[in-house]
């Protein structure tokens, strides 16, 4: 996905999104400034969908969007709010969570998302380079 965002930053818009805000967890490497965590995901940014958000904004009503607020959403409305023990999550939930990511990701990216076995560490070292 690191890849597939490079290759295509800035192309929310060409994918018919709003960039939102985001926030970049930064921190020191052997003394270097390095931007770590998911960058420009619905982990940590927002996207609003741009074919509604004029006629929504107009109305006063909450705009249609792209973030990790699917599963935070049920997890409140089964009483979790961050204390205690949270309850489990159904397969019902895992599965339209994992179809709203592979979503997310081919909008923000313009790709298709493929499934890929093995080791994941490989991977992320090879697309950090």
Not at 79 to 89: K, S, T
Request: proline share 3%; charged share 30%.
């Amino acid at each position: 996905m690191l890849q597939a965002l490079r290759a295509r930053s800035g192309s929310g818009a060409k994918q018919g999104l709003i960039f939102v805000d985001t926030k970049y967890e930064i921190g020191r490497l052997n003394g270097e400034l390095v931007v770590s965590d998911e960058v420009n995901t619905p982990d940590s940014s927002r996207y609003w969908y741009a074919d509604t958000y004029g006629e929504l904004f107009a109305a006063g009503e909450e705009q249609r969007k792209l973030d990790k607020d699917y599963v935070r959403s049920w997890l409140a409305d089964q009483g979790f709010r961050g204390d205690g023990e949270p309850p489990v999550l159904t397969d019902e939930v895992r599965i339209e969570a994992a179809r709203r990511y592979i979503m997310a990701y081919e909008l923000i990216t313009g790709c298709t998302f493929e499934v890929h076995e093995g080791p994941i560490l490989d991977r992320v070292r090879q697309a950090l380079g």
